[in-house]
């Protein structure tokens, strides 16, 4: 019974009610707090080192990770946008040539309108 009580006092032991019952409501130490924990563990000081060193080459590259993740956009966003200026410029590119194209019939409606007056007239 004592064992289990030295346990109970003990920090290094994980106690039953500091894991959340929600999994979503568990946060993860800083980074202070994780070297806190580690100079509490009874190892020797070069394995303490070793974590250490594994922890900080860990969260350089996670934040490395998550800064390369930022700046690339995918492939998919990439494409679309592409795609989506693409038809943009059809689209308006059509309008133009179509509108063009009715004036100009437009006009040769009226050269001819104003021949057949010339000829009515003489």
């Given at each position: 019974m004592d064992m289990q009580n030295d346990q109970?006092?003990?920090p290094n032991v994980l106690q039953p009610d500091a894991v959340p019952a929600n999994p979503a409501?568990?946060?993860l130490p800083s980074q202070e707090k994780l070297l806190e924990m580690i100079e509490m563990l009874n190892i020797t000081d070069e394995d303490k080192q070793e974590i250490r060193d594994g922890l900080l080459k860990n969260l350089i590259?996670?934040?490395q990770?998550?800064?390369r993740?930022?700046?690339q956009p995918s492939?998919?966003?990439?494409i679309f946008c592409i795609l989506a200026i693409i038809f943009i410029f059809v689209f308006f590119?059509?309008?133009l040539f179509r509108s063009q194209t009715e004036k100009e019939r437009?006009?040769?409606e009226k050269k001819k309108q104003k021949q057949q007056k010339k000829k009515h007239k003489s």
């Open positions: 109970l006092e003990d409501d568990f946060e590259n996670r934040d990770g998550i800064q993740a930022g700046l492939y998919g966003v990439v590119g059509y309008k437009k006009r040769e």
